[in-house]
């Protein structure tokens, strides 16, 4: 039996807040650990964020390319090497692999490559990807697992092959017919890309409206910007039944309020949401607890049910960015320092990257209406922002919640070109506690998209007499 390893600190999960806390704690002088399965940096780099980025500008290029002439460029055929993007996204994720390996190095952080179960609460055994195994424990542990690709259980779809994005980032060749499993973020960013790249697109979605979570307005504003691009969406439809083989010929059968219907294409990519990646970590021997949905239970410090034992990101249930998770981060590193750092104090923006892209900060109307939170809207087209008359970037707008009572910005979302650098701006204002007449009145540089703040602030109601 292999003798026990002993560490300061024990990290099972090398995503982005775990790998963070690990050269942190090493360069202040801790003996750390990190166990890795497979992806150096966990999957951010690998298959994620960074990967699905750089097709999706590649996506954005080749449609730039196809519309050229609308600008004066003239070209000749355009058409798409699969291989091409494939290769530029994977020197992409070389370079990030590098990296991250100079970073264990040069923090003196132990970086372990191998599949890791718990066998005692803060004792982990490694199976080694290069063969052996090893045993290690730590004063302190942190869990930084992730999530994995939720794959439905309906009739036919695992004789299918059907596949998920990290394969979708993978191809090599352009699918004929891609159908695509969920209206999400995953799905929409995926689906246009493809799209772009010279695909047939088709979006499946049990929900009624796409984005299941935004408000209706900016749902129906991406559903008209995907629709014009040539994306077929089927919504309110309930997938019953797959058949077919993936890269040859997939047969979707759906129910709808219009009864039956049968979606053919080539290809079949699932984008229907996150599991959690717990299931096989021996947690049992540790005392640690998970909900019902497979998550850890944590508090609002991220400690578990047991002391010394902390979780990060995605396996922890916070929201699945990885802004979150370098948050998760701090959060954790304070409190191993006798801190009191909490997540429930934290204000979370998020954005799509279509094109344009979606961003949202803070209360939507459907929450306010939810909550019975009074509140003023202000919107404004992004055909009336002067910069898109320059750019021809006129679709979407900006939406503005400001608080009924006071001058206090409740929330944000925008759909239209830079909208995640927009929202910035708007994120500053409501860290700092700034009324929205501060910005209203600011002298934004002309001609940016971000002047637009201007005359969308221009539009709040005013407050209502008491």
Partial sequence: MAQTEEFDTLILGSGQGGKLLAWHLA???QRVAVVERQWVGGACPAVACLPSKNVLWGARVAHLT?????????TSAVKT???KVRGRKQEMIDREIAFHLNAYKTSGAELIMGTGSFVAPKTIDVQLNDGGKRVVSGKQ?????????????IPGLDTVRAITHIEALELDHLPEHLVVLGGGYVGIEMAQAFRRFGSRVTIIEPGKQLMGREDADAAEEMQRILTAEGIQ?????LPIKVSGEWGKSVAVTVTTEAGEQTIEGSDLLVAVGRIPNTADLGLEKTGVERDARGFISVNARLETSTPGIWAIGECAGSPQFTHVSVDDFRIVRDNMAGGNRRTDERLVPYVMFTDPPL????????EALRQSIPVRVA??????VLRTEATDETDGFMKALVAADDDQILGFTMIGSEAGEVMAVIQTAMLAGLPYTRLREAAISHLT????LGPLLGNVPPRSAS
């Fill in 379 to 384: 919107k404004l087209p992004m055909s009336n």
């Fill in 27 to 29: 360069r202040s002088g």
């Fill in 141 to 153: 542990v942190a869990i930084n697992v992730g999530s994995h690709a939720a794959i439905p259980n």
């Fill in 81 to 83: 090497d699969m291989r």
């Fill in 66 to 74: 196809h519309h050229a002439a609308t600008f004066g460029t003239m």
């Fill in 359 to 366: 961003a949202h900060i803070g209360l939507s109307e459907t």
């Fill in 449 to 452: 998209i971000a002047e637009g």
């Fill in 233 to 237: 969406l089927v919504l309110g439809a």
